[in-house]
T-cell receptor, first 115, second 114 residues
Framework: DGGITQSPKYLFRKEGQNVTLSCEQN?????MYWYRQDPGQGLRLIYY???????QKGDIAEGYSVSREKKESFPLTVTSAQKNPTAFYLC??????????????FGDGTRLSIL | AQSVTQLDSHVSVSEGTPVLLRCNYS??????LFWYVQHPNKGLQLLLK??????LVKGINGFEAEFKKSETSFHLTKPSAHMSDAAEYFC????????????FGQGTTLQVKP
């Protein structure tokens, strides 16, 4: 079945450590997105990519980095510069759509905690 | 500027009674609107979408929503709640352009009592 796979499901980070969250999709979607979700809040956009080898900052990109070397993959690195990384991270994708009507499809998320 | 407001942070209903989750949006153009559901520790699942076709949109699991331009609303309803409907619900509006960027409401937690 087609879908979005995020791994790991749970991740723990020590202070000063970088960690990378994986997101893989086999939906043949062009665009991919990373969101951060905190309790009682909606989702906030970290980074997005509309095509391979290109990506743009979202609303809260500081302390995060991404790459898009393959269409299927959009890994997110949480760097030590991110001072409050504890959150639930969601990856999404959607097909190319000039009309902007296509919905995004979501993975099951990675929960990151600080040790 | 586009925005979306979910009017209730928490809604509690009894099993078998109707569900109403309220959403108002602000947009300078005709938007695309979505409702997503999120169960604990899971991703978001699309319930339904409005894209300027029929104003009454039917979704999965018996949910539907009505787009009312005059009221700038897109409320989600279901005639009869089921225990499995207990979850977080998000009303979402797209930004203009073709980036696919979305604006999310703060979410409404639906509690279903037996």
């Amino acid at each position: 079945d087609g879908g979005i796979t995020q791994s790991p499901k749970y991740l723990f980070r020590k202070e000063g450590q970088n960690v990378t969250l994986s997101c893989e999709q086999n939906l043949n979607h062009d665009a991919m997105y990373w969101y951060r979700q905190d309790p009682g809040q909606g989702l906030r956009l970290i980074y997005y990519s509309q095509i391979v080898n290109d990506f743009q900052k979202g609303d809260i990109a500081e302390g995060y980095s991404v790459s898009r070397e393959k269409k299927e993959s959009f890994p997110l690195t949480v760097t030590s510069a991110q001072k409050n990384p504890t959150a639930f991270y969601l990856c999404a994708s959607r097909p190319r759509d000039r009309g902007n009507n296509q919905p995004q499809h979501f993975g099951d998320g990675t929960r990151l905690s600080i040790l | 500027a586009q925005s979306v407001t979910q009017l209730d942070s928490h809604v509690s209903v009894s099993e078998g009674t109707p569900v109403l989750l309220r959403c108002n949006y602000s947009s300078s153009y005709s938007p695309s609107l979505f409702w997503y559901v999120q169960h604990p520790n899971k991703g978001l699942q699309l319930l339904l979408k409005y894209t300027s076709a029929a104003t009454l949109v039917k979704g999965i699991n018996g949910f539907e929503a009505e787009f009312k331009k005059s009221e700038t609303s897109f409320h989600l309803t279901k005639p009869s709640a089921h225990m499995s409907d207990a979850a977080e619900y998000f009303c979402v509006v797209n930004l203009s352009g073709n980036t696919g960027k979305l604006i999310f409401g703060q979410g409404t937690t639906l509690q279903v009592k037996p």
